[in-house]
């Protein structure tokens, strides 16, 4: 339980900092999103090459995959306006889903508990793409970060997830 509250001490204190110096964390946040990109298309270039000789059409997407994983990682790394654009795009894409399928859910469901959680998702996927407006500057970015590290800190402070999982030794 000590270590999920320094946890959760530690995240809120992060929160509270990115609030404070708002363009420092997106920019620490983007070089840990490029990196992650970066690393990842690395290591799909390799399994592309790897497999070259087994499966020519599997390698070559891996590879260009694995390309654009590298271009795109070098772009954000450091690049708080391409970590806000990139970001933006997607909280848009899951506003626009979620509105769809919200839709969809409302007409093909029968229960009105269903609908009502279609209603729901429909009124999520606008708060989405609102969020997704805000997303493109760096400086609302942050402010999501923060409140976003804030809410998760307070929550690990008070709640131990360990607790929550029921395990079963009898088995």
Known sequence: MANINMFGLLTLILGILVLVFPFA???????LVGFGILF?????LFQGAGIWGDNKLISALLLIIGLIAVLVGLDIFGNIYALSFIIGISYYLAGF????MGI??????DAEAHRGSSLLMVFMGIINIILGLFAMDPYFLAIIIGITL???????MF???????IIDKGL
Do not use: K, Q
């Open 40 to 44: 990842l298309g690395v290591i799909l």
């Open 97 to 100: 889903f979620m509105i769809i």
């Open 159 to 165: 709640v131990n997830p360990v607790e929550l999982v």
């Open 25 to 31: 964390g997106v920019f620490a946040v983007s070089i």
């Open 150 to 156: 804030i809410i998760d800190g307070v929550t690990l």
């Open 104 to 109: 969809l859910g409302f007409f093909t469901r």
